[in-house]
């Protein structure tokens, strides 16, 4: 198997100013969860993110990608997102390996490293009615702020088509 580099925060600023699309990035101490980055909301406006990578039994996987204080019912959110089964959280190395991150730094920016196109991602409609989003740039040390719809361009200028569902709250089948 050839091990290739993950692409860099670096990266994906060429990647998205290639695009065309308006970025820009706050850098800060590191964050590993949402309640280390609440003290960056006054700086950052827009929505913030929470990301959940998981899988099924089949081992398809699925980034949810919500509000950062939004619930996921784990129990439920298969039938909405097309799994097989309920899902469990995916094992770091796959994280590594699809999305080019580590725990802690998981986000939907790292769809421009899985060109294998093994991740799913699902982008909440409550964090999709945001006209700004914030998203970690591959890494915790900053937050990078891009509009919905770029976000959106992002994603399909890198082979994914992402789907906007409700994966939050009471989830009603």
């Known amino acids: 198997m050839n091990e290739r580099m993950p692409k ?3 990266d994906l600023f060429r990647f998205l100013d290639d695009l065309g699309i308006k970025h ?4 800060h101490e590191p964050v590993f969860t949402v309640s280390e980055s609440v003290s960056l909301r006054d700086e950052i406006p827009g929505g913030h993110t929470k990301n959940l990578f998981v899988k099924d039994k089949k081992d398809q996987y699925f980034l949810l990608t919500v509000e950062e204080n939004a619930v996921v019912d784990l129990k439920a959110v ?3 997102i097309g799994a097989s089964s309920r899902v469990s959280f995916g094992k770091p190395e796959k994280l590594m390996e699809y999305l080019g991150v580590v725990p802690g730094s998981v986000t939907a920016f790292g769809a421009i490293n899985d060109e294998g196109k093994n991740v799913t991602f699902i982008l909440d409609e409550e964090l999709m009615e945001h006209d700004i989003i914030n998203c970690h740039p591959l890494s ?3 937050t990078t ?3 919905r719809d770029d976000l959106m361009a992002f994603m399909r200028a890198t082979g994914h088509e992402p789907l906007v569902l409700k994966v939050t709250g009471e989830i009603n089948i």
Not at 24 to 27: A, D, I
Request: net charge positive; aromatic share 0%; charged share 20%.
């Open 24 to 27: 820009s990035t706050k850098t």
């Open 8 to 10: 860099t925060a670096n």
């Open 78 to 80: 298969h039938k909405v």
């Open 145 to 147: 702020s891009i509009g």
């Open 140 to 142: 915790n040390d900053a």
